[in-house]
C-alpha cells in the first residue's frame, strides 16, 4: 500500500510539473511572440518616422531651391539689361566685355542651380564676377572688398547659395548708387566660434530710410526689394528648422554725426553642420 501511493503521489507531482511546465511554455511562448511584435511594431514605427523626417527634410530642400531660383531670375535680368543699355549707347568694347563676364556669371549659376550649399571659394567667385558686372554696369561707380579671415579655408568651409548676393545687389542700387560719390562696399567673412561664422556686408550708401523715398526706375521696384528680403528671412527661417543650427540676419543702419545715416549693414551668422554638403 505505501509503494502504491508513493507512486500515485510521484505520478501526480509528474503530471502537475508537467502541467505548469506546458503552461510556462505555453506562457512564454505567447510572450515571446507579443514581445517579438511590439519590438516589430517599434522598428516599424521608427522606420516610418525616419521616412517622415527625411520627406519634410526632402520638402525643406525643395522649399530651399525654389526660393534661391526667385532670386537668381532678377539676378540675371540686371546683368542683360547691361548689355543691352551697353550696345543701344553704341559702348561695343564695353558691351563685350560685359557679355564675357556674364558668360562666365551665368555658367556658375547654372552648374550650381540645383544645390543649396556650396564652398565659401565658390559663393566668392560668383560674388566677384557678379560685382565685376556691376562696375561695370556703373562705369567704375563704386569701389568694393571682399575679404576673408586666414583661419578659413574657403574650398572647405559650406555656405548657402546665393544668400549674400541679393543683399550685395542692394547695397548697391538703394544705397550706394543714390550717392553722388565715395561709394564704398565691404564684403567681410569672418569666423566667431568653432562652426560658427559670420558674413557682414556694409556699404556707405544713404541708408534704407531715405532709399524708400527714391522712385526706382523699373529695374528695381519697391516690391521686389521687399519680397527680396523676405525671400532671405524664409530662406534662413528653414535652414534654422532643417538643421537645428544658428541662422540669423541682422540689417541695421550706420549712424553717423547729427542724427545722420552713414550707410547699411547686414551681419549673416550661421552655423555649420556636418550635413550641410556642398554635394547636394
Sequence with gaps: MPTTIHTTLLSLVTAVSIIFLLLF????????VLKGSEAVMVRHTNQQEKEL???RKQ???????????????????NCLNG????????????????ISGFAMLLRKVLMLADKNFISLQEESDMLEL??????LRTNNGFEYTL???PQISPAALPVPCMLVQPFVENAIWHGLMHKEKDRRLHIHWMQLQTNLYACEVT??????????????????????????MEICMERASLYRSMYHTQFNIEITDLPGEENTVQGTRVYITFEVDPNMSTAR
Design 25 to 32: 511554455l505555453h506562457y512564454r511562448s505567447r510572450y515571446l
Design 130 to 135: 557678379y560685382l565685376k558686372l556691376e562696375q
Design 53 to 55: 523626417l527625411l520627406l
Design 203 to 228: 556699404d556707405n550708401g544713404i541708408g534704407r530710410v531715405q532709399a524708400l523715398q527714391y522712385h526706382h526706375d523699373g529695374l528695381k521696384t519697391n516690391n521686389h526689394h521687399s519680397r527680396g
Design 83 to 98: 548689355i543691352y543699355t551697353a550696345l543701344m549707347t553704341g559702348e561695343t568694347a564695353l558691351a563685350q566685355e560685359y
Design 59 to 77: 520638402l525643406s530642400e525643395l522649399k530651399l531651391l525654389s526660393l534661391k531660383s526667385q532670386v537668381n531670375p532678377h539676378f540675371l535680368f
Design 147 to 149: 575679404i576673408t579671415d
